[in-house]
């Protein structure tokens, strides 16, 4: 593939792996990377990725070994493919616009677009103009200031945070909006990790994990639920196999055999290279999509009825007595709920979970993993609040080799929430905040990804800016979100590479293009460096080292500081200026504003930096009453009618969130197609449809309105009964915008009732 093509859609099906990683992989890596910029600047970013001097992967956020383990190769193949993916030596100049309107670039599929390079000037979008033209950075944040002044009210507009962004620009932006006037804030954890922050939140008093490396290297049983690390966080990999060499167990709950959890191959390892490698699930639990309450809720009664049978031997009484609240409730709940219903949610037999249940008696030790498998559902909340029950009856919260993993997508998608990027940050931050900066934040909930969607559809929300992301693709109900954009006055994108977002926008559009994480950010002050927080809390520097792919990016830090000085006027309380000559500057002021990051600047001097201690390991729970509660979560299963399918969205191995790399999903054995559904043979049979047939994906919905994805090739695949599996972004068109979880709001982008129909033949 040439990168000006698209690659041809021909699908050929093969077995799916039962391994995953090894030679492989590394030679995937580096053929995406060469085919993106030359030896010398991949052997640049790749020798300098997860390094203590060099930059953090943005990949995911996975943690780092400590600084004295690291390896000299500290990446997996989707890292190494990601950031020479943004390292491309492929340039977009004025000419490309100049060539191509935006109505034809919207024709172009992801994968075109995310391969025409980096964007290298702002560029302009006028009323009525069928191309976006070059604009000065003075104009261009000059003409996003004015609409923002001339807004009635700062809430209709929006500031949008992919986790990309680093640290200093979050607390920057968070601080914008909020003097600028709006709470405004939505982000990408308001559509993946939104549930587990509310589940956490609501029986932990944390919205965060509490493990680290060191605890899954050293815990007796780790679950990995609704997570396929081998393509989505790939080093976690190197974790689990650490696990078992060290003699823990692992169980695996997924609707599909991924080749991740069954067998790793560590590239750099003899037995990862010549030998069969490690096998990484010791169980493999098979279960319906949206059935993970209902075996945590089982496994808690198998708990109960042991306690009951052998009393003193199966609860820690003592960590139940001292640390939490509702055990009582809890307790009588978790009785009563039924094997049918179990069954009927699961699809597991009572041996199969039994069998599960001998290993957590066995185990001094649980850690719980989980990824959107669980907090894309309705019930994603209270799945997360009964995983919490489940740890908290043998007191596997607080103790080495036990806790909850939360393992997040984007590399910096918890540090931009620890800066303050939420709707509905917590009052003693805002506090802090206005404290530090001598104003009043506004203390009225922003909206989120989903409520902002639905404001613009309304014309309540005016103006959108979008730093990092690409908000129309990574959105639910695409034609609906693709509407809100156009019915925006303006729509700003601050990002490295085209994509959707630039060819869905609003009446006038903005492109600013900035800096990667690769790339060296140079200002008034020197060389700076950025900072990231992963998902184990641990916070490090990251020092971007390749030339900036064009002299005119700005930074994002530069360009808030510079749109807050436009907007706002001169602040004597806020230095925007300095802010941007300077980041230690900025992170002087995250001290003495966010608990946790006390000499910050000195803190991240340290190779490696610094951890956020979790209270909940100290044994300290900030929840209203002070203690962990146990809570009481009705049994609930998703509701399928008969000739229906639950669809779960989901990457393939050949793509990094919305962005493809290929047409190839190599693990699963799918290639040259993207528009793909996998379902369990039983299930055709049953539906009376023939494996490759082509079929139009029909989302049932109460609203009563069609969404169709069209065109799909049907694959037998051995996914769990009931349920079906297609890549999104391709199917984010499926999922209602009002379909979301209860609670966190979070979309149910992995529990979508779907017909299918045969498509109309040409
Ligand atoms: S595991 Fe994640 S952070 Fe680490 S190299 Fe791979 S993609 Fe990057």
Redesign the pocket.
Known sequence: MTGNEDPSDHLTVTPPKTWATGLPAVAHALEYSLSQTSVRRTALTLLN??QVKGF???????P?PKPGRRHRN???E???K?VNDEATSRRIHADFFREHSITELDGKSDYWLNQQGRLTEPMVKRPGATHYVPIGWDEALGLLAGELRALDSPDRALFYVSGRLNNEAAFLLQLFARAYGTNNLPDCSNLCHESSGWGLRQSLGIAKGSVSLDDIHNSDLIFVVGQNPGTN????LSALEETKLRGGRIVAVNTLPEAGLIRFKHPQKARGVIGRGTPIADQFLHIRAGGDLALFQALNRLLLEAEDAAPGTVLDHAWIEQHSTGFEEFAAHARSVSWDDIHAATGLTRAEIEQVHQRVLASGSAIVCWAMGITQHKHGVATIREIANFLMLRGNIGKPGAGVCPVRGH?NVQGDRTMGVWEQMPQPFLDALGREFGFTPPSHHGLDAVRGIQAMLDGDAKVFVGVAGNFVRATPDSTATERAMRNCRLTVQISTKLNRSHTVCGETALILPTLGRSDRDVQASGEQFITVEDSMSDVHASRGTLPPASPQLLSEVAIISRLARLTLGEQPAIPWEEFEADYDAIRDRISRVVPGFEDFNERVRQPGGFNLPNPVNQGTFPTPSGKAVFSRNAFEMPLVPEGHLLLQSLRSHDQWNTVPYALDDRYRGIHNARRVVMVNPDDLAELGIADRAVVDLVSVWRDGVERRAAGFTVVAYPASRGSAAAYYPETNVLVPLDSTADVSNCPTSKGIVVRLEPAPTA
């Open positions: 990725v997860n953090d992967c943005p990949g995911c956020a996975w780092e500290e990446y997996c989707n890292g190494a990601h966080h790939p080093r976690m590399s």
